[in-house]
């Protein structure tokens, strides 16, 4: 064999080698989100769902609409932890470029990891989770013979007419956005427009309830630590709390064991018994706290306030030098990059601490988006509840965190929280090179960030200082009516 082909030969078993590392990576780390979202969504079921008493059919289908919701939660997971990892990657190289170890960490496996997950989120949104729905809801067309096929064949059918009503109405709305030759020559192109179009539609919906999520998760923030923490004695005394606790729990308590002998009393066993509970478990979480050392009473509430306060104001700031950066210099719109070169410059002017701050700030906005997703009054419903979530509910679980994070890769370049370009098909979406888009979006985050947290802050110093004084146990003014003509 010449010299020529034996070097072409080894380039071919190097890239087929290269290949089969990188699928075999993939598959690792899809595996293990897999095995992690199936021990939480197992923490939230409900188990009755699930047991085969009843119906071993309806068992049986539950767990494979189960096992398609554990899929998706996996895909949501994944699209977390996109960017930071091809953050973290691209420092890793940076400090690292001639290590033998971190090899297989390279711009093609970070591309595939861009690629995959822009596919599996379009296929469980579009496919999946939808078939997952029907699947449970469907019971076979009228006059087959019952079973799991049955079903197969009825969620199929639906799901094939409402492909074709999303198709069609895809079809309508892009024909009436681009009128011209090239975007009615595109829309006979299923694969390489459908989609895409369909997915940027999604995304922008994602993108658009981050912007309503996100300002208040922040406010919503302060909140919830609240509640973890223990507060310092000068906002919160924990032993009239306590005290009074027990009291409530004696009087509940001796109402139950007086229930029978009190006839006259028309009492309700059942609500007394729920109330009983709920007012024990607050006695022994009071307890708990209670129990907390100095240290985490007067040193972990003020730096955990401290700390979300900082996040919170350096994300403002970030998104406000970003504004001005749109303003002077079109580099600073969001884009799409083909070609995934890592280890060459760091995308932070401040280095590996500057990457590492763009990481925790996109966990952070994360977590904040969806407390304000769960906080907000339109889907608190959603909120699921250990061991008694219905499958409806977590397939509307999985379907709702997976647009939430789906987005959040072209939500953290649009506000500029990183200056990652996106990857493959996620920097195709046509409005983002809308400059009048990004700017108004932008500025819509910076003022509803700002509005929420002042009014939280305010509110809250307000409240605590009230409470520090001892106003909140003075009797509320009554207000009389000097006219008799207007009863009260």
């Given at each position: 064999?010449?010299?020529?082909?034996?070097?072409?030969?080894?380039?071919?078993?190097?890239?087929?080698?290269?290949?089969?590392?990188?699928?075999?990576?993939?598959?690792?780390?899809?595996?293990?989100?897999?095995?992690?979202?199936?021990?939480?969504?197992?923490?939230?079921?409900?188990?009755?769902?699930?047991?085969?008493?009843?119906?071993?059919?309806?068992?049986?289908?539950?767990?494979?609409?189960?096992?398609?919701?554990?899929?998706?939660?996996?895909?949501?997971?994944?699209?977390?932890?996109?960017?930071?990892?091809?953050?973290?990657?691209?420092?890793?190289?940076?400090?690292?470029?001639?290590?033998?170890?971190?090899?297989?960490?390279?711009?093609?496996?970070?591309?595939?990891?861009?690629?995959?997950?822009?596919?599996?989120?379009?296929?469980?949104?579009?496919?999946?989770?939808?078939?997952?729905?029907?699947?449970?809801?469907?019971?076979?067309?009228?006059?087959?013979?019952?079973?799991?096929?049955?079903?197969?064949?009825?969620?199929?059918?639906?799901?094939?007419?409402?492909?074709?009503?999303?198709?069609?109405?895809?079809?309508?709305?892009?024909?009436?956005?681009?009128?011209?030759?090239?975007?009615?020559?595109?829309?006979?192109?299923?694969?390489?427009?459908?989609?895409?179009?369909?997915?940027?539609?999604?995304?922008?919906?994602?993108?658009?309830?981050?912007?309503?999520?996100?300002?208040?998760?922040?406010?919503?923030?302060?909140?919830?630590?609240?509640?973890?923490?223990?507060?310092?004695?000068?906002?919160e005394d924990l032993d009239e709390q306590l005290s009074c606790t027990r009291f409530e729990e004696a009087a509940v308590s001796h109402r139950i064991r007086s229930g029978k002998a009190s006839c006259w009393l028309n009492l309700?066993?059942?609500?007394?018994?729920?109330?009983?509970?709920?007012?024990?478990?607050?006695?022994?979480?009071?307890?708990?706290?209670?129990?907390?050392?100095?240290?985490?009473?007067?040193?972990?509430?003020?730096l955990a306030m401290l700390v979300l306060l900082a996040l919170t104001g350096i994300s403002v700031l970030i998104v406000c030098f970003h504004v001005l950066e749109l303003l002077l210099d079109d580099a600073a719109m969001p884009?799409?990059?083909?070609?995934?070169?890592?280890?060459?410059?760091?995308?932070?002017?401040?280095?590996?601490?500057?990457?590492?701050?763009?990481?925790?700030?996109?966990?952070?906005?994360?977590?904040?988006?969806?407390?304000?997703?769960?906080?907000?009054?339109?889907?608190?419903?959603?909120?699921?509840?250990?061991?008694?979530?219905?499958?409806?509910?977590?397939?509307?679980?999985?379907?709702?965190?997976?647009?939430?994070?789906?987005?959040?890769?072209?939500?953290?370049?649009?506000?500029?929280?990183?200056?990652?370009?996106?990857?493959?098909?996620?920097?195709?979406?046509?409005?983002?090179?809308?400059?009048?888009?990004?700017?108004?979006?932008?500025?819509?985050?910076?003022?509803?960030?700002?509005?929420?947290?002042?009014?939280?802050?305010?509110?809250?110093?307000?409240?605590?200082?009230?409470?520090?004084?001892?106003?909140?146990?003075?009797?509320?003014?009554?207000?009389?009516?000097?006219?008799?003509?207007?009863?009260?």
């Amino acid at each position: 064999m010449a010299p020529v082909e034996q070097d072409a030969l080894a380039v071919r078993e190097q890239l087929f080698h290269e290949r089969v590392r990188e699928c075999i990576i993939c598959a690792l780390l899809f595996a293990s989100l897999y095995i992690l979202c199936h021990f939480i969504i197992t923490h939230f079921k409900k188990h009755a769902d699930f047991t085969a008493v009843l119906d071993d059919e309806d068992a049986a289908v539950n767990r494979i609409a189960l096992g398609l919701c554990t899929f998706t939660l996996a895909v949501a997971l994944g699209a977390v932890l996109l960017l930071p990892f091809s953050i973290i990657s691209n420092e890793v190289l940076l400090s690292f470029p001639q290590n033998y170890y971190i090899q297989w960490l390279n711009g093609s496996l970070i591309h595939g990891l861009w690629n995959l997950v822009f596919l599996f989120s379009n296929m469980s949104l579009v496919f999946l989770m939808p078939f997952a729905y029907f699947f449970t809801e469907s019971e076979g067309f009228a006059g087959s013979k019952k079973g799991i096929m049955a079903r197969v064949y009825e969620t199929s059918v639906v799901l094939l007419l409402l492909t074709l009503l999303v198709l069609g109405m895809v079809w309508v709305a892009s024909a009436i956005v681009g009128n011209d030759a090239a975007s009615r020559q595109s829309l006979y192109d299923l694969w390489e427009y459908y989609l895409p179009y369909l997915y940027s539609c999604i995304s922008l919906f994602g993108v658009l309830l981050l912007l309503l999520c996100t300002p208040f998760g922040l406010s919503t923030m302060f909140t919830v630590t609240g509640k973890l923490l223990v507060k310092p004695r000068l906002l919160e005394d924990l032993d009239e709390q306590l005290s009074c606790t027990r009291f409530e729990e004696a009087a509940v308590s001796h109402r139950i064991r007086s229930g029978k002998a009190s006839c006259w009393l028309n009492l309700d066993m059942e609500m007394l018994r729920e109330q009983f509970f709920a007012i024990r478990s607050k006695r022994r979480k009071l307890e708990l706290r209670h129990r907390a050392s100095p240290w985490q009473r007067n040193l972990g509430y003020p730096l955990a306030m401290l700390v979300l306060l900082a996040l919170t104001g350096i994300s403002v700031l970030i998104v406000c030098f970003h504004v001005l950066e749109l303003l002077l210099d079109d580099a600073a719109m969001p884009r799409g990059m083909q070609d995934a070169s890592l280890g060459q410059v760091s995308f932070s002017i401040f280095g590996s601490f500057g990457a590492a701050l763009q990481v925790v700030l996109i966990f952070y906005l994360m977590v904040s988006s969806v407390v304000g997703f769960y906080s907000s009054p339109l889907f608190t419903r959603l909120l699921p509840e250990r061991q008694d979530t219905p499958l409806t509910k977590i397939i509307g679980n999985c379907v709702s965190l997976l647009v939430l994070s789906s987005a959040l890769p072209v939500f953290s370049r649009t506000l500029g929280i990183t200056r990652f370009d996106l990857l493959g098909d996620f920097g195709r979406f046509n409005w983002l090179g809308n400059f009048y888009i990004v700017f108004l979006y932008n500025m819509g985050f910076a003022g509803l960030t700002t509005l929420c947290l002042v009014k939280k802050v305010s509110w809250a110093v307000q409240a605590e200082l009230i409470r520090a004084f001892g106003l909140h146990k003075l009797p509320l003014p009554v207000t009389r009516c000097r006219t008799r003509s207007k009863p009260c």
